[in-house]
Nanobody, 124 residues
Framework: QVQLVESGGGLVRPGGSLRLSCAAS????????MGWLRQAPGKEREFVAA????????YYADSVKGRFTISRDNAKNTVYLLMNSLKPEDTAVYYC?????????????????WGQGTQVTVSS
């Protein structure tokens, strides 16, 4: 059974920071690119960031570029999303997901496995 479990969400004030973690079980981590996607109430799920299996390639949505950093520790089967300078529009449920290969990482339909999501709320 493949599982992705996110943690680290919460309530933060505008301008603040949070670090999300995603722990993967099983063989999924080997060879898989990992992504973070988010879904706000009433909106479609959107791509946030992705990182290749080796960690040498990363890709960000324009809306988070320069503020968010994705990283991974393959020894711990864990991927992270460091979010700085948070804005109210970053409020959403954040999902960790995994896919084989690096092509089309910005498309949610390309991902094979998903976590349950963690809520991030940015509000004063």
């Amino acid at each position: 059974q493949v599982q992705l479990v996110e943690s680290g969400g919460g309530l933060v004030r505008p301008g603040g920071s949070l670090r999300l973690s995603c722990a993967a079980s099983g063989r999924i981590f080997s060879g898989y690119a990992m992504g973070w996607l988010r879904q706000a109430p009433g909106k479609e799920r959107e791509f946030v960031a992705a990182i290749s299996w080796s960690g040498t390639s990363t890709y960000y949505a324009d809306s988070v570029k320069g503020r968010f950093t994705i990283s991974r520790d393959n020894a711990k089967n864990t991927v992270y999303l460091l979010m700085n300078s948070l804005k109210p529009e970053d409020t959403a449920v954040y999902y960790c997901a995994a896919k084989l290969g690096w092509a089309r990482v910005e498309l949610s339909v390309e991902y094979d496995y998903w976590g349950q999501g963690t809520q991030v709320t940015v509000s004063s």
